[in-house]
């Protein structure tokens, strides 16, 4: 018989992300998500939970150089990248390298 927990003491499940840049595997609270829907076009999404189709950035900013400067980002939300979508992109990256 196999042994259970006690009550209470089950670890919480934590759901993972992938960069889609550097396909690191990290909490979905450390990845940025980046959503696209069909009014707005492709933009940040800070609480993880708007409508559409969302990929996620870690926080190098190496990553989000090579999303903005390949088309890795495009092919992941199945869209073609604006110019105005480059620049909301842009606007939100990180400021220093913290990975």
Do not use: F
């Amino acid at each position: 018989m196999a042994k259970t927990a006690p009550k209470g003491s089950r670890k919480r499940h934590v759901p993972q992300r992938t960069c889609v840049v550097c396909r690191s595997t990290a909490d979905k609270r450390t990845l940025m998500r980046l959503v696209r829907t069909p009014d707005d076009g492709v933009h940040v999404d800070p609480t993880g939970k708007q409508n559409g189709r969302g990929a996620y950035l870690c926080d190098q900013r190496a990553c989000w150089e090579r999303a903005l400067e390949t088309d890795v980002l495009a092919k992941a939300l199945r869209t073609t990248l604006t110019e105005a979508d480059r620049e909301r992109i842009r606007a939100a990256q990180p400021r220093s390298d913290l990975g």
